[in-house]
């Protein structure tokens, strides 16, 4: 396992509320974050089929372009009577716009009257380095799809999504409790673990 050695960090992504996460989660590590904004990096063709191997294209094509050392992920919602969709195609659901609203309507719409509502957010992070290093942890956490959405918090499907324990979804967490509990946090408690010793 290759141990971070640098005082900055690349941040892959051009998510905010994804990049707020991430900062909150590695704040006590790293003196100094950019994102994939700040060096105009263009965002890589997703060609995997599985979250690990989108999450390193992500976390190479961005070290390699900056020289930086990049940590990217991959993550997505998974419904178990959809077949785990929309799993690493989440963001496509919303559309060109990434409109998240859209994309819940339709998690909603294509469960119809199914009985089963569980599903499970996964997130998988990809480090690499400029040299084409790349080290990879998974964090996942289960739950059953709720609708109406519920709560302004979070992102993406936060809003119809109650992880399993909880009475409230991700929507409607606040920002701390979830940074504790999410998939993102268990990912990057195993990364911390390895990586920044």
Known sequence: MRVFQSDELLIATHNKGKAREMLALLKPYVRKFYTSADFGLPEPEETGVTFAENAKIKARSAAKISGKVALADDSGLAVNALHGAPGIYSARWAGEGRNFDKAMLKVHESLADSI??????????????????TEVFEGRING???WPKRGDNGFGYDPIFQP???????????????????????AFKRLVNECFK
Do not use: N
């Open 116 to 133: 089963d509502r569980s599903a499970y957010f996964i997130c998988v992070l990809a480090m690499g380095w400029p040299d084409g290093h």
């Open 144 to 146: 059953q799809i709720v």
């Open 164 to 186: 399993d324990g909880c009475e409230v979804t991700f929507g409607q967490i606040e920002p701390d409790q979830k940074h504790k509990i999410s998939h993102r946090a268990k």
